[in-house]
């Protein structure tokens, strides 16, 4: 796929230069030779070809991994949906991209050019896929039916993703589609009717797109399980069933894969894994294609601290997991979490480097791992000291972390590539090692099924609920794929089981069940606060991160706090208020 991705954009360069060769000898002989269209450009006869339109609708696709360069475009929300959603620490230490600084303690305002950037790049790739749509309805000829209709569907199904990001970081966003003329974008009000918008371009691609096509484009089932997460963020429960049914029964990969769960949980975040059976839409990545960018450049602060050569990236430690989510990982004897959020009293709390140090003021070289019941996902998700990190050496505890005082003393092991991939599934063209080029999952089936689980709890069959959440259960308790020592034997005392059916006798019971088994199945992935502010349990929750997470980072969390009403929401940039005007494009309340 990798070579895929870069034929793909040698072709489009090669397509742009012979555009240019040909507008030279074109104009070279003409009265009108100084009307040169800007370098590199492609005019609109150019674009109206087929090929011409197939290039815009891969210049949408970019749009996907960010076009601004700013690390909060990406599509793994590793602040805003991660750090925001108390899963992880915005690492490193203080002074080091201190932006952030002000987003993790809910106090961000709209002024933040990170924030604005996130809208920028969304609404770039609103405007490429429009383009997309108005070219081909301005060249009827340039395609035939079936690849105008497809491109059509992939265009809307981006457009879609873009509003839906937009949506839940917003609430209330301006909408428009490829009839707009450009113009007339800026008099559009934040007035509330992108989820018409969202649906109404995802049942446009699920009509329109075929089940089978090219690893790396979207198709009808990404298109249906899209819808049924639209619905579900609406609360349209018995709507969002109907489509989750159809994926589960009928989904299948662009590349033709039914729809199922790896059996190893690894080998989701494994580069040479790509366009795997769990993939429902994802992120293409590529390297060695002349720009970083089309890696995973907004990863690349993110892995551990100054490893050298005995771990990724030898940069920067942005990205930590916290202590509530490490602790959040523990079993009870008879391998279930503690629904009860016991897990962070002081007997439940899982022991690490950062206790032994800076609680207990012991030297680290003593430190004796956790010997308690883990949830065996927890060492496939973080990285902790002694236990072995991929097929580098074992995490080594402070030598890979800035400032424990800061961030705590976890490194995040989800999306990170293997000594192996070095120089072959990275990019190391650039400042840093640290641009892997692994997709990157926007939708999998584990959370079609924890999401189908949850719609069968609000309203459908608590029995069709519990085995959905035991299907991710069981993909977890295999213990053939559990982390290994050097020797052979488990790296932790791993133990999980399934539930039963009276554990989801109750409607509260299933659903804190089904709410518990996102956050361990998903953790790291960008999920978690949209998840806790569509539940109505963020100022609870994440107030009761902060009280936790804060008696350790005091530095960071010290008199922090979330705001219900307003904390829920991201401000809209003030940047864009001063485009449109104020009285177009209204503020967030509580900004």
């Avoid at 210049?59 to 990406?74: D, K, S």
């Avoid at 930590?320 to 009860?340: E, I, Y």
């Avoid at 034997?489 to 709410?515: G, H, K, L, M, P």
Wanted: hydrophobic content about 40%.
């Amino acid at each position: 796929m990798k070579k895929k991705v870069m034929m793909a954009i040698k072709k489009i360069k090669q397509f742009g230069i012979f555009v240019m060769c040909a507008l030279v000898l074109g104009i070279s002989c003409s009265d009108e030779f100084l009307e040169v269209p800007p370098a590199g450009s492609l005019g609109d006869a150019q674009l109206g070809t087929a090929d011409g339109i197939e290039a815009l609708l891969i210049g949408t696709y970019a749009a996907l991994n960010g076009v601004f360069g700013n690390r909060f475009e990406g599509p793994n929300h590793w602040v805003t949906g991660s750090i925001m959603g108390g899963e992880a620490n915005k690492g490193t230490d203080a002074g080091d991209y201190s932006t952030i600084n002000p987003i993790q303690r809910y106090e961000t305002d709209p002024t933040s050019g990170d924030l604005n950037n996130l809208w920028r790049g969304r609404y770039e790739g609103i405007a490429r896929a429009n383009r997309v749509l108005a070219t081909i309805t301005a060249n009827p000829e340039a395609l035939i039916a079936a690849d105008a209709a497809r491109i059509s569907g992939e265009a809307r199904m981006l457009r879609g993703h873009f509003y839906f990001d937009l949506q839940k970081h917003f609430g209330s966003i301006p909408v428009f589609d490829e009839t707009i003329p450009s113009e007339e974008v800026v008099l559009i009000p934040n007035s509330g009717t992108a989820w018409a918008q969202i649906e109404a371009d995802f049942q446009y691609a699920y009509d329109n797109l075929p089940a089978v096509t090219d690893a790396g484009r979207v198709n009808k089932w990404a298109a249906a399980a899209y819808m049924g997460k639209a619905k579900l963020f609406q609360g349209k429960f018995s709507e969002a069933i109907t489509w989750f049914d159809d994926v589960i029964a009928n989904g299948v990969t662009s590349n033709g894969l039914a729809y199922a769960l790896l059996d190893d949980y690894a080998q989701i975040y494994n580069a040479e894994n790509d366009n795997h059976a769990e993939s429902v839409m994802d992120v293409e990545s590529a390297n060695n294609t002349g720009s970083v960018n089309n890696a995973n450049a907004f990863d690349d602060l993110n892995y551990p601290y100054n490893t050298g050569p005995d771990g990724p990236g030898n940069c920067c430690g942005f990205f930590q997991p916290s202590l509530s989510l490490a602790n959040a990982f523990r079993t009870q004897a008879n391998g279930l979490p503690l629904l009860d959020e016991s897990y962070n009293d002081p007997a439940n709390a899982v022991q690490n480097s950062f206790f032994h140090v800076i609680v207990d003021g012991n030297d680290e070289d003593t430190f004796v791992p956790d010997s308690g019941p883990l949830d065996p996902r927890i060492d496939h998700s973080i990285g902790r000291k002694s236990i072995p990190y991929l097929d580098w050496i074992a995490h080594p505890g402070s030598a890979w972390i800035r400032s424990f005082p800061y961030a705590g003393p976890y490194s995040p092991k989800k999306y990170i590539y293997y000594k192996s991939q070095e120089n072959t599934f990275t990019d190391g063209s650039s400042w840093t090692r640290g641009y892997a080029t692994m997709n990157y999952t926007i939708i999998r089936y584990a959370d079609v099924l924890l999401m189908a689980a949850e719609a069968e709890v609000e309203a459908g069959s608590l029995t069709k609920a519990l085995d959905y959440v035991n299907q991710v259960r069981r993909r977890a308790a295999l213990s053939e794929h559990w982390v290994k020592n050097p020797d052979g034997t488990d790296a932790a005392n791993y133990n999980i089981s399934e539930y039963v059916a009276a554990d989801f006798a109750s409607q509260d019971a299933a659903r804190t069940a089904v709410r518990f088994e996102r956050k361990l199945e998903l953790s790291g992935e960008g999920h978690r606060f949209f998840d806790l502010v569509r539940w109505g349990i963020a100022a609870e929750t994440l107030n009761t991160y902060l009280a936790y997470e804060g008696q350790f980072l005091v530095t960071k969390f010290g008199g922090a706090s979330f705001t219900a009403g307003k904390s829920e929401l991201y401000p809209i940039p003030q940047a864009q208020r001063d485009i449109q005007g104020s009285d177009i494009l209204a503020q967030n309340p509580g900004y």
